[in-house]
């Protein structure tokens, strides 16, 4: 019987701090670079959108008439689509695991919760902009009237009870290539659901996507630059981290989704993403395939002899998810 509070399966075997010791002084070397190359791809509060932005405004005489136009456009978009859209916002209200997850890194986590370091404003910033897109994607479902929104909320409430187990075992090398990979795909998504948005004539609904999809676009920027920068560091190092996490796969943030009856909530979700070309194993394959070409992995040169063999085995890996 499943415990109260206890994620709907069992997760990996935990392991904890595998960075050696002493490369935390490379993430301390870094902190300037982070300054210079990390965080100029935050936006200043004042120039970010805000979801009110996208919604019917609840102080204007015609707020009625905009709720009632919304729900006309919903009302013609298939129950599919709403499925996958549902599963992307429980994801991104999920935000508290991802902020938590950021800060079990070595070397590079908020250690008093308002630290200046630069990867502390970074995680902090992050998770502000972030915010927004749970919060807009909700109002919308909820204003839309086509989703149970109390099951959504559970469920929500049990996703981040749940946790996740993305296996980076305290380890910013794993991090930063599980954030990589994971901005990358959750811009691919909301692309997606803008791109159908539009095909079913709701230019509003395809606006809001896509906004959160250059959010996301621009996120991979920055920790595709970090990684980048792991790798002319410490190639042998940065090229171990990468032959790991592709042989363990990369989970998705909200693999322990469950609603308080399904526990293959979240299978049962991705098949629908998959069905309509939302995310796709096609699109995972191709993630990969981006990330070894931008970080240049078949092109490096390493001296360990082990080190020498994983480049191998990420190349491979990539292969072996393309067949």
Not at 119 to 127: D, G, L, P, V, Y
Not at 222 to 247: N, S
Request: with cysteine; proline share 5%; net charge negative.
């Amino acid at each position: 019987m499943k415990k109260p509070f206890s994620p709907p399966r069992e997760v990996h075997v935990q392991v904890t701090h595998s960075m050696p010791p002493q490369k935390i002084e490379i993430f301390k070397a870094m902190e300037d670079w982070a300054e210079n190359n990390l965080l100029v791809h935050l936006k200043p509060v004042e120039k970010c959108w805000q979801p009110q932005d996208f919604l019917p405004d609840p102080a204007s005489d015609g707020f009625y008439d905009q709720v009632k136009e919304l729900r006309e456009r919903a009302r013609e978009i298939p129950d599919d689509y709403f499925v996958v859209l549902v599963g992307d916002m429980i994801t991104e209200e999920a935000l508290p695991t991802y902020q938590t997850m950021l800060n079990t890194l070595d070397g590079v986590r908020d250690e008093t919760g308002a630290s200046p370091t630069s990867w502390a404003i970074w995680t902090r910033a992050w998770t502000a902009e972030e915010n927004r897109h749970g919060d807009l994607l909700n109002k919308y479902l909820y204003l839309s009237g086509r989703v149970d929104m109390k099951q959504i909320e559970k469920t929500i409430q049990y996703l981040i009870g749940s946790g996740m187990d993305p296996r980076t075992e305290n380890n910013p090398y794993l991090g930063f290539i599980y954030t990589s990979f994971q901005e990358r795909a959750t811009f691919i998504s909301h692309g997606n659901t803008a791109r159908l948005a539009r095909e079913h004539g709701d230019l509003k609904l395809a606006q809001i996507c896509g906004t959160i999809a250059s959010d996301e676009k621009r996120h991979e920027t920055a920790y595709t630059k970090i990684v980048e920068k792991l790798f002319e560091i410490d190639p042998d190092g940065t090229v171990l981290a990468f032959a790991d996490m592709m042989r363990k796969k990369i989970s998705m943030p909200a693999h322990l989704m469950y609603d308080g009856r399904d526990d293959n909530l979240f299978d049962h979700f991705s098949a629908v993403a998959q069905r309509l070309g939302v995310y796709t194993a096609r699109d995972y394959a191709d993630i990969l395939e981006h990330l070894v070409g931008r970080w240049k992995v078949e092109n490096l040169t390493v001296y360990q002899q082990k080190g020498r063999k994983l480049k191998t085995t990420s190349v491979d890996c990539l292969q072996e998810s393309e067949d």
